[in-house]
């Protein structure tokens, strides 16, 4: 009787704890499947943020391409519009001007060289005189 006792409560511990086996298994599956759903979405990030740095790339490289385009662009205007202002005498410029001042040129050197009128020549001569 003993032995058939023990017998039962040893299949009761046995039946138990191949449950409780059972849940932790069931446990761990669903433990896993929420990682590796995390995993997918977390990866998909990943593509999503490596695209969009991608995209930013190519957009600083095209405007890099496109500023080196307007640099090549606007490096020679200084000289030409030096030589414009220099090719037509009655259409010097005001700096042009300033800078005859500089040199020394007087009123009447003004009013002639630069075709300013006797009033911009003066005012030009007193603001631009050291």
């Known amino acids: 009787m003993i032995l058939e006792v023990a017998v039962i409560v ?4 046995w039946a138990g704890t191949l449950a409780m086996f059972l849940a932790y ?3 761990q599956r669903k433990i896993a499947a929420q990682q590796a ?5 977390r990866d998909q ?5 490596a695209k969009s740095v991608d995209d930013y790339q190519n ?5 890099g391409e496109d500023l080196h385009e ?4 606007v490096a020679p205007l200084p000289d030409r519009l030096t030589r414009v202002e220099q090719r037509d005498p009655t259409s010097l410029s005001f700096a042009q001007a ?4 500089g040199m ?14 006797q009033a911009e020549a003066e005012l030009m001569s007193k603001l631009h005189k050291n």
């Open 10 to 13: 040893l299949f009761l511990f």
């Open 98 to 101: 300033a800078r005859l001042v």
């Open 59 to 63: 957009g600083n490289v095209r405007m």
């Open 45 to 49: 990030r990943i593509k999503d943020l």
């Open 37 to 41: 759903q995390g995993d997918a979405l």
């Open 25 to 27: 298994i069931r446990d």
């Open 70 to 73: 307007l640099r090549a662009i």
């Open 104 to 117: 020394g040129a007087s009123v009447d050197e003004l009013t002639q060289s630069c075709g300013l009128t």
